[in-house]
């Protein structure tokens, strides 16, 4: 089941009596159960009809007992259990799943995991309730995930603005539904479209100094403005830290490689194959032209030995800026 499909049918008060959502992406999980807990009952019956529990605190038998009790004045309760996977005995639940109460939505939020399919329990659940598995999504979708967000709100999103807000925020969809929020808020009446220059001015996130600038500057072959961005991210490692720098710089290379063995050329291929927008193919070209196959192969090297080194594999004394340093020396010459 999608979470289109479940949020559909939801909005539509299609209910089933059992919902499993586990999976490691916790945005989709906690956007249908947040649904569920706001809009299934009204104020007035929810005090007497909505029950929140945590696993931590609670048993498979506390919510079996929760799960059976009857509405009172109202067609069905809910009951959602927060932290399912840490319920010592959940394989228990199987007694109340094969046979759930129909005036009872019971939600159970199994985050950062799945639960094992092979278990009784989830075969059964999948007879009797929904399962929905929330999957991580890869940071090379997030641009395209951002774009579809905005548009459902009637917004849309400048590339460069959507990958520097990838490149900050990485594939964590919470953060950037929050930000996307933010900045949705500070546009100016009318305005429609997010530019880099919103998110500079109300998230914060430099547009000079970033790894996109970085790139840039070690592509246009300037020292200056290379050893700047790197100057700022020395002093401001905690939004900047190196690990995330050199494993950007890492995708970025690759691209750029595989670019250059590229046989079929087109603008289709080459967007299809690096799975970036069509807006930034013009820079892929140019650091192809700029950066060899061998020289780049080279690069993606030291970046894989720079990252080691800043995890503590044969370094000894050497700084997150030391290091950052003599990489972009080494990349440059």
């Not at 009951?79 to 109460?101: F, H, K, M, T």
Request: proline share 4%; charged share 25%.
């Amino acid at each position: 089941m999608t979470f289109e499909k479940i949020f559909s049918d939801l909005q539509n008060k299609v209910y089933a009596p059992i919902y499993l959502l586990m999976g490691e992406e916790p945005y989709y999980i906690d956007q249908i159960s947040e649904y569920i807990v706001s809009n299934v009952l009204t104020d007035e019956e929810k005090a007497f009809n909505q029950t929140i529990l945590y696993g931590r605190e609670i048993d498979a038998a506390a919510i079996t007992d929760a799960a059976k009790r009857f509405p009172m004045m109202s067609e069905c309760q809910v009951v959602v259990v927060r932290e399912a996977q840490n319920i010592g005995n959940i394989d228990d639940l199987v007694y109340y799943a094969s046979d759930p109460l129909k005036s009872t939505i019971l939600v159970l939020n199994y985050k950062y995991k799945n639960l094992d399919k092979r278990k009784k329990l989830y075969k059964v659940i999948e007879k009797t309730g929904i399962i929905f598995e929330s999957k991580k999504i890869y940071e090379d979708k997030v641009p395209g995930w951002i774009n579809e967000h905005l548009k459902k709100k009637g917004y849309t999103i400048q590339p460069p603005a959507a990958s520097l807000l990838t490149e900050y925020l990485g594939n964590d969809l919470q953060k950037i539904d929050m930000e996307l929020g933010k900045l949705i808020i500070t546009l100016p009446k009318n305005e429609k479209q997010i530019t880099t220059f919103h998110i500079e001015e109300n998230i914060g996130i430099s547009k000079e100094f970033n790894t996109i600038e970085l790139q840039k500057a070690l592509v246009e072959k300037n020292a200056l403005k290379a050893f700047r961005i790197v100057n700022y991210f020395g002093h401001n490692q905690k939004n900047n830290p190196i690990t995330v720098t050199i494993t950007s710089l890492y995708f970025f290379f690759s691209k750029v490689f595989l670019y250059s063995v590229l046989k079929d050329k087109s603008r289709q291929n080459i967007a299809e194959k690096l799975k970036i927008h069509p807006y930034f193919l013009t820079e892929y070209q140019k650091a192809a032209r700029v950066f060899n196959p061998a020289e780049t192969a080279r690069i993606i090297h030291w970046l894989r030995e720079y990252d080691l080194k800043s995890k503590g594999v044969g370094n000894l004394s050497g700084t997150p800026h030391d290091l950052l340093n003599e990489l972009i020396y080494k990349i440059l010459n």
